[in-house]
């Protein structure tokens, strides 16, 4: 016996389809240009280390993260800890080429690090400005989550707050943000409303390893204020007295005869430095 067909078959399935060439809203044509106006400056970032492992010996390791470009001549801001410890680093254009790229500077202490490739008509994009953000303002993240190249997402900025990255650093007025931000978008763009970088995406709060509506990123302004140490001396100079001291304790203070019992006492003046030229 065969199951009784009570419907039968139609002759064709009528359907019920959208009127074509709806116009996109005002927030949807936005959305579009941001990408458009900066998906070519953003790159995956490939970097290679060697790790030893006690019963394999050296054990090949491989991570992804983002990046993008400054200027024409090649130079991408991404975050330090993408490129840490790298034996070889591979830039990804969102053309697919792919360059070989050479650390120019890093600074851990700010998780920020310049590479460069050498490739012909680079697009730079622009750096905005990351001083007076509003909470509630629009922003965008454009990177590779999970190695999937060219991933925008959106959200607001949810809080302006100092943050400490695993490695113990802290970011100083990190950019706290609900768009998503997963493995693989470490330092890549954080963009307002207009395009503009105000931030470096740098690292997400989350249980699972994924996003949970909360990342980082690093204030543009910080990477503006090192960028030319980086890329013309490779590294960030900082102020720095030129002393050595030891703290002052009431102990000390009455073995010394000193006339505080708190504060530095200065032991040694480094020649050449600033307590140096001031006559310390």
Known sequence: MHPTNWFGRPSKV??????GGAPLDNEE????????KNIDSVVNITSRAVAFDFFYGLVPQEGQGSGFIIDKEGHVLTNYHVIADARQVEVT????????????GNDRSHDLAVIQIKAPDLTPMVLGDS????????????????GLSGTLTNGIVSSIRSVQEPDGMTIDEAIQTDAAINPGNSGGPLLNWHGEVIGINTLIASSVGQSAGIGFAIPINTAKAVLNDLVTLGRVRRPALGVRTIPITPELADQMGLAADSGLLIV?????????????
Do not use: D
């Open 14 to 19: 009528e359907i019920t389809e959208a009127a």
């Open 131 to 146: 001083r007076n953000l509003q909470i509630g303002q629009k922003v965008y993240a454009i990177g590779n989550p999970f």
């Open 268 to 280: 040694q003046v480094l020649p050449g430095g600033a307590a140096e030229h001031a006559g310390l």
């Open 29 to 36: 044509q936005n959305n579009i240009s941001v990408y458009h």
């Open 93 to 104: 254009l969102h053309n697919r080429k792919k360059y070989r790229a050479t650390v120019v």
